[in-house]
C-alpha cells in the first residue's frame, strides 16, 4: 500500500509565501517523477510543477519564477515553494507521484488528498 500525505495549505494574503509537502510512505521500491497540480472551483485540475527522479524541473508558464519545486530522495519527499502568492494561485492542490510499488515491475500514479491554497485579503 503506497500513500501519499500532503500538508502545508492554508489561508495568505497576496503577495504572500507558503511551502507545501508531501511525504510518500508504504511500500515503495522506486519513485520516478513527482509533481504538484491545482484544481479552482469550475476548472479542470492542471500541472504546476514536476520534477525528475534526477532533479530535472517543469514549470506551468503561470507560476515560472514564483514557485520552485524540489525533492528529498531520501524522505521520499516533495516540496513546494510558493512565493509571491496571487488571488489565481487559489485552488487546492494535489500531489502526484509516479511510484513501482514493492514486488511490481511497472510504475503506477498516485495522487494525494489535497490541500487547499487560499489567496486572499
Known amino acids: 500500500q503506497v500513500q501519499l500525505v500532503e500538508s502545508g495549505g492554508g489561508l495568505v494574503q497576496p503577495g504572500g509565501s507558503l511551502r507545501l509537502s508531501c511525504a510518500a510512505s508504504?511500500?515503495?521500491?522506486?519513485?520516478?517523477?513527482m509533481g504538484w497540480y491545482r484544481q479552482a472551483p469550475g476548472k479542470q485540475r492542471e500541472l504546476v510543477a514536476a520534477?525528475?527522479?534526477?532533479?530535472?524541473?517543469n514549470y506551468a508558464d503561470s507560476v515560472k519564477g514564483r514557485f520552485t519545486i524540489s525533492r528529498d530522495n531520501a524522505k521520499n519527499t516533495v516540496y513546494l515553494q510558493m512565493e509571491s502568492l496571487k488571488p489565481d494561485d487559489t485552488a487546492v492542490y494535489y500531489c502526484?507521484?509516479?511510484?513501482?510499488?514493492?514486488?511490481?515491475?511497472?510504475?503506477?500514479?498516485?495522487w494525494g488528498q489535497g490541500t487547499q491554497v487560499t489567496v486572499s485579503s
Open positions: 508504504g511500500s515503495i521500491f522506486r519513485i520516478n517523477a
Open positions: 502526484n507521484a509516479d511510484i513501482v510499488a514493492s514486488g511490481r515491475y511497472y510504475p503506477s500514479g498516485y
Open positions: 520534477i525528475s527522479s534526477g532533479g530535472r524541473t
